[in-house]
């Protein structure tokens, strides 16, 4: 467990990437700035807490949100089951949800309408998706490394899919690619 000082104004990209053995961390409201990938690979972690007077971030059920809860940055490796992301969710960051391996379902709402790179990657329990009009592209390696992903439907408003979006996604026998892409 980490209880961040309140000296601590910034965390850095990749800063406890790879703590395997991080269970939880405490975010206080000193904390202005958190890169991309501070708590990747943090295969043991199951909450993610912050200071209710942070003026940048909050927590929601031990998942990591900015303050107004319109963008989902990390979702701690040990969530498991299905997940319904809120409709307040603009954005799924990158790497968001990468490696939670005990997740097995994900409904995406009509109010998300980004996803970053590698959002879904290596969720290896993960087998549906349900993802509703509204996000226009479904981002580099976003499910690469699902390999029980068996169903996931793409709606209308999805007009590109990036590259290596469902690399390794070995269960995935059909997909439906509608005209829009």
């Not at 690979?41 to 209710?52: A, D, M, R, Y």
């Amino acid at each position: 467990n980490i209880n961040i000082p309140s000296s601590i104004t910034n965390i850095e990209g990749s800063a406890f990437s790879r703590c395997s053995s991080l269970t939880s961390i405490n975010i206080p409201s000193s904390v202005t700035s958190i890169g991309e990938n501070a708590f990747n690979g943090c295969s043991s972690l199951t909450e993610i807490t912050v200071s209710g007077d942070n003026a940048n971030y909050s927590s929601y059920g031990g998942i990591l949100f900015n303050k107004a809860r319109t963008e989902i940055i990390r979702v701690p490796q040990q969530y498991s089951g299905t997940y319904n992301i809120p409709n307040t969710v603009e954005t799924i960051a990158a790497y968001a949800f990468s490696g939670c391996t005990n997740l097995t379902g994900v409904s995406i709402p009509s109010s998300v309408k980004e996803m970053g790179n590698y959002a879904f990657s290596s969720c290896s329990n993960l087998q549906n998706v349900s993802i509703a009009n509204g996000i226009d592209t479904l981002s580099v390696c976003a499910f690469s490394g699902c390999n029980n992903l068996i169903n996931i439907n793409i709606p209308n408003s999805v007009t590109s899919i990036g590259d290596s979006a469902f690399r390794d996604c070995k269960s995935l026998t059909n997909i439906a690619i509608p005209s829009s892409v």
